[in-house]
């Protein structure tokens, strides 16, 4: 149990265009999510908290114009690059917390990675 | 600012040896730290959590120590396997925030 998954695992676009990333909890409601940005070699960087049916939270530095989020569902988060560019590629993860579970724990997806040419 | 720092950046094992990795925190109101495998590629898998109340905490060959006055909170990885080499993540949060502060990972080497 406690499966997430994410869409698509890679992705290759053009500058200036967007891109749709989808997570979705199969095996559990999560009313909140997280979308993580991993650099190569580095850690993961928490770029935004969803919650479903509400504006998502970002963190400091994160442009929210920019990677737009929307939680319509209890077991689906999205996350929209807009205007992509050379320094946005980067593997995208996402997590979920069991809506109807005792703790804290987040289940990752696992990444799709994004090459903006 | 780094509020959990993770430390050896790697590490290089022998088969059946022990793996030790060390994170310390600095928020005081971090009340959750679980440690993440991460294999290339891939979104990482929880391994083992442990909360302040208790100073270690084992589940198969992971084990957790924790150090709740010292801030600091490490992973032993007993009878380290050629299997087990990965990037190893501590991180921490907040009970109601839930958001983790990720360490910078440990690449992990067990070498056969």
């Known amino acids: 149990g406690a499966v997430v998954s994410q869409h698509p695992s890679r992705v290759i676009c053009k500058s200036g265009t967007s891109v749709k990333i989808e997570c979705r909890s199969l095996d559990f409601q999560a009313t909140t999510m997280f979308w993580y940005r991993q650099f190569p070699k580095q850690s993961l960087m928490l770029m935004a908290t969803s919650n479903e049916g509400s504006k998502a939270t970002y963190e400091q530095g994160v442009e929210k114009d920019k990677f737009l989020i929307n939680h319509a569902s209890l077991t689906l988060s999205t996350l929209t690059v807009t205007s992509a560019h050379p320094e946005d590629s980067s593997f995208y993860i996402c997590?979920?917390?069991?809506?109807?579970?005792?703790?804290?724990?987040?289940?990752f997806g696992p990444g799709t990675r994004l090459l903006v040419l | 600012q780094q509020q959990v720092k993770q430390s050896p950046q790697s590490l290089i094992v022998q088969k059946g040896g022990i793996s030790i990795i060390n994170c310390a925190y600095e928020?005081?109101?971090?009340?959750?730290f679980p440690w993440y495998q991460q294999f290339p590629g891939k979104g990482p898998a929880l391994l083992i959590a442990i909360r302040p109340d208790v100073s270690e905490k084992k589940e198969g060959r992971f084990t957790i120590s924790f150090n709740k006055s010292a801030k600091q909170f490490s992973l032993h990885i007993m009878d380290s396997q050629p299997g087990d080499s990965a990037t190893y993540f501590c991180?921490?949060?907040?009970?109601?925030?839930?958001?983790?502060?990720f360490g910078s990972g440990t690449r992990l080497q067990v070498q056969p």
């Open positions: 991180a921490a949060s907040i009970t109601g925030r839930r958001a983790l502060t």
């Open positions: 997590s979920a917390i069991n809506s109807g579970g005792l703790q804290e724990t987040q289940y």
């Open positions: 928020n005081t109101a971090f009340d959750y």
